[in-house]
């Protein structure tokens, strides 16, 4: 099993800044690609970013792409999700997930290729 803790969510105003982080622990995190998704009141969980478990070119959504910025940090076990320019739309539960051991039955943004998932933290954007 691998353990999946989602930090740093809170209330900016537009255009501000956020840092999520996504801690690991149990399973080998390195092994692991890692996504962040998020979830809006009555929409459905949609794909934001990811990185592979090799840490190579990231991958993003067209909505977020050019403001947020995917990392990680094997070491430490964490992956983070810079936002930068948030904008009211942002608002949502943001999830981290992991999955596609060794980039197996990876694809970054299919929810199905997570195996893990974390409880969720709330990012809120005012106008």
């Known amino acids: 099993q691998m353990q999946l803790v989602e930090s740093g969510g809170g209330l900016v105003q537009a255009g501000g800044s956020l840092r999520l982080s996504c801690a690991a622990s149990g399973r080998t995190f390195s092994r692991y690609g890692i996504g962040w998704f998020r979830e809006a009141p009555g929409k459905e969980r949609e794909f934001v970013a990811a990185?592979?478990?090799?840490?190579?070119?990231?991958y993003y959504a067209d909505s977020v792409r050019g403001r947020f910025t995917i990392s990680r940090d094997s070491a430490k076990s964490t992956v983070y999700l810079q936002m930068n320019n948030l904008k009211p739309e942002d608002t949502a539960v943001y999830y981290c997930a992991a999955g596609g051991a060794y980039g197996n039955n990876w694809s970054p943004g299919r929810i199905t290729s997570y195996d893990y998932w974390g409880q969720g933290t709330q990012v809120t954007v005012s106008s």
């Open positions: 990185i592979s478990w090799s840490g190579g070119s990231p």
